[in-house]
């Protein structure tokens, strides 16, 4: 939208809510703020120049006065165009927007005699909190930081451990223990997800040699999320390590996280490639999420985690119990093993006997704990 000021008129004034940002076109603005009564001259801006887009892109209202020096032709750019583009953009590139802003309004606000701010400006939330977290995984990496847990899964008829998932761990040098919940999410963002994924790979590798050493064959299932089964060879490098380590491939178990973008002809595609070399594939956290039928329905599931949920509600509510027997009766007549997680109670483990489910995961089991503890 156009807008035409006459020399002398004020465009906004310092104090008002943010409205719209300016670009103009042609003449000339004046930006001035008030020292005790004094008016103080800050810029002067000429065509092709914007103002007032501070206001808008933090919402604050506006720091200082525009007003025409000249006839003024101008164009108006709405809130609501900045704003979105801002929400679009990446959440580091925000945070650093964000910041210097507020170091620039400190500045401005210190040079009147108030400083409302703290000296160091922003505050390290959001996308500078992630950078920093981001390097530090990069530390952890490098100096051993990372550890594996392994969480065991019962053979439900035989009463026997079956085999472990493989857990891992970050212990951070100030907040302790950082969940993969959070840190894998992190990791996927940049390419720091191949070597998590690497580091899960070998020490898996060392555990199943480790566990078989005692005379039994569990296996170790590992986690593998979207992103990490779009990279180049991770089927490969799985061979090639369980060969080199001189274990059965059946012995590493693959479970696919849930992801809202699974491309369907990629993920047959892994699975085809695990099945040629003899390694399970799982889906986990079934019946929540995105993991839902579609994904039963298109990709040949060898094993199926139901997810935590319905074990923790089973008993509290009948229709829990119910979509949980019908999920178990489908994946079985799909010809699939069933995994029910979340597992903390005796009479839990009773109705996964009832119902024929092969495997049980869950703190009654055992808890995620490093290999030594399962080796002695
Ligand atoms: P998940 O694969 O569903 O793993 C099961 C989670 O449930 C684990 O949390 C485990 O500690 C927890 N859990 C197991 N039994 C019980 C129980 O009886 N009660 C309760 N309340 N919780 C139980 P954790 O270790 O924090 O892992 C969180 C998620 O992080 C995993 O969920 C998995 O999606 C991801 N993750 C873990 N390790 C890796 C990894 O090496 N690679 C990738 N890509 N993802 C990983
Ligand atoms: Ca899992
Ligand atoms: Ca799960």
């Given amino acids: ?9 004020e465009l906004f004034h310092e104090g008002d809510p943010a409205g719209s940002a300016y670009l103009i076109e042609s003449g000339t603005i004046a930006i001035v703020t ?11 801006l000429g065509a092709g120049a914007i ?15 525009a007003r025409a020096v000249t006839d003024v032709e101008l164009i108006e750019i709405d809130r609501g165009q900045i704003a979105e583009r801002i929400d679009r953009s990446d959440p580091v590139v925000r945070s650093l927007l964000e910041g210097l802003l507020k170091r620039y309004r400190n500045a401005m606000s210190a040079m009147r005699g108030k400083v409302t701010e703290s000296e160091d400006g922003f505050d390290n939330a959001g996308g500078m909190g992630k950078i920093r977290l981001e390097s530090q995984l990069r530390d952890a990496l490098a100096s051993d930081g990372l550890d594996l847990r392994l969480q065991p899964l019962l053979e439900v008829p035989a009463g026997v451990i079956g085999g472990y ?12 223990p950082v969940s993969p919940a959070e840190f894998i999410a992190l990791a996927e963002e940049t390419s720091l997800i191949v070597p998590v994924g690497e580091y ?22 590992i986690n593998v999320s979207a992103r990490q089964l779009a990279e180049e060879g991770l089927i490969d490098r799985i061979v090639v390590r369980t060969r080199d380590a001189g274990l059965p491939q059946s012995s590493v178990k693959v479970e696919i996280t849930e992801s809202l973008s699974l491309d369907y002809g990629m993920v047959a595609g892994v699975i085809a490639e695990c099945h040629g070399h003899g390694i399970k594939v799982a889906m986990d956290d079934f019946g929540t999420g995105y993991s839902g039928m579609e994904h039963l329905h298109r990709l ?3 094993t199926v985690k139901v997810d935590q949920a319905y074990a923790r509600n089973m ?4 229709r829990a119990m119910a979509i949980l027997r019908n999920m178990v009766a489908m994946v079985h007549d799909l010809g699939a093993d ?28 055992g808890k995620p704990q490093p290999l030594a503890e399962w080796l002695s």
Wanted: proline share 4%; glycine share 10%.
């Fill in 1 to 9: 939208m156009k807008r035409s000021l006459a020399a002398g008129q």
């Fill in 34 to 44: 008030h020292d005790e009564g004094r008016e103080v001259l800050l810029s002067e």
């Fill in 51 to 65: 103002l007032g887009e501070m206001a808008v892109i933090d919402a604050a209202p506006r720091t200082a006065t």
């Fill in 165 to 176: 998932e493989a857990l891992v761990r970050w212990t951070h040098p100030e907040r302790g």
């Fill in 200 to 221: 899960v790979l070998d020490k898996a590798c060392q555990a199943i040699q480790g566990l078989h050493a005692g005379g039994t064959a569990p296996f170790v299932a």
């Fill in 300 to 302: 040949a599931f060898d």
């Fill in 315 to 318: 008993h509290a509510s009948p």
């Fill in 338 to 365: 069933v995994v029910v997680e979340g597992i903390e109670e005796e009479r839990q483990l009773d109705v996964l006997r009832e119902l024929g489910v092969r495997y049980a995961q869950g703190y009654l089991i």
